[in-house]
Every structure is written in structure tokens, then in C-alpha cells.
């Protein structure tokens, strides 16, 4: 009977290794998208729903913002942080989409108005749609407890899409052009 060899026995072990990390990696997103699953329903807190509430503020650059001045068409209201990972994955493509789509951004609990020009200007972002709620009022006001938080407000006033955590850039567009 012929004898095995090394090299059998070297490839058993490889095999079992990455045998035991898929599992390993399996399980490890099975834990995520449970404790997805879990902390979804405390992230969306007691998002608004129905009419938006309404607001009247300035942006970072002095520019007023007022929520009345976009009845009529679908506009996206983005709460996010400079501090938040996933807010980071979320910046180019909300900012994309704020060339073919009203975008308010809400920078919550980050900096001050010059530390968040500054920002903006690093990261390309455009100065004139961030509003800085600093104390977290107005994140309070639409009901979020998490960022990032987007609330897609119809051309009624109406909150007809909310998503708090990581949504792609897709889905957002998707959403803002059902509402044309």
C-alpha cells in the first residue's frame, strides 16, 4: 500500500484551514447582520413620519435653509457626523447625488461652522447645503438616534423614505426619483 504523502497531508491541513475560516467568516457575518437586526429598531428611534417637521436655519456659509423652499420636489435631508466611519463611506456618493438632487446636509454633533468649512473643503463637499446642528436639535426634531440618517421628504412635505445606517447610492437615487 503505497504511503501518503507530504504533500497530501500538507494539503488536508491548508484545505481544513480555509475550511475553518469561511466558517469562522460565516458565522461572523451571521453575528453582524443579527446584531443589524437587533439594534435596528433603537437606531430608528422615533423617526418622524407623516409631514417633515419644518425648519429654518443657515448653512455653514451664512446661506439660509428653510425645508418650505424644496415643496414641490422630492429633497433629501442627510444627517451625518464627521467623526461617524459609515458617514464616511456614504460622503461621495451623497455628494454625487446632490448635483442632480436637493440635498440638505446636517453635520450633527461634529465642530464648529469654521472646523466644518474646513472639512468641506478637504473632502470636497459643498459648504452652501451643510447646516451645522452642533447640540443635535434638529437630528432630535426628525426623531433619529443614529447617523448616518436620511429622510427623503416628498414634494407634499411628507417623510416618504427614512433609512438610518449605510444605504447605498442607488437606493437613495431610486427613492428621489419615485417621488418626481
Known amino acids: 500500500m503505497p504511503k501518503p504523502s507530504n504533500t497530501d497531508s500538507t ?89 442632480d438632487y436637493p440635498v440638505i446636509n446636517i453635520a450633527t454633533q461634529s465642530m464648529d461652522d469654521e472646523g466644518l468649512l474646513a472639512f468641506a473643503k478637504e473632502h470636497d463637499m459643498n459648504p452652501y447645503q451643510i447646516v451645522n446642528d452642533f447640540d443635535g436639535q434638529l437630528m432630535k426634531a426628525f426623531g433619529a438616534r443614529a447617523v448616518p440618517a436620511t429622510f427623503i421628504i416628498g414634494p407634499d412635505g411628507n417623510v416618504s423614505f427614512v433609512e438610518v445606517g449605510y444605504t447605498t447610492p442607488y437606493g437613495l437615487r431610486a427613492r428621489l426619483w419615485w417621488l418626481q
Not at 68 to 92: N, S
Request: net charge positive.
Open 11 to 99: 494539503n488536508q491541513s491548508q484545505l481544513a484551514f480555509w475550511q475553518r475560516k469561511w466558517v469562522k467568516n460565516l458565522l461572523f457575518a451571521l453575528f453582524l447582520v443579527i446584531v443589524y437586526i437587533l439594534l435596528r429598531p433603537f437606531m430608528q428611534g422615533d423617526v418622524v413620519q407623516g409631514p417633515a417637521p419644518a425648519f429654518e436655519t443657515e448653512s455653514i456659509t451664512g446661506n439660509p435653509i428653510r425645508l418650505e423652499d424644496y415643496r414641490g420636489q422630492p429633497v433629501m435631508v442627510h444627517f451625518w457626523a464627521t467623526w461617524c466611519p459609515i458617514c464616511q463611506l456614504e460622503r461621495d456618493s451623497v455628494e454625487r447625488l446632490s448635483k
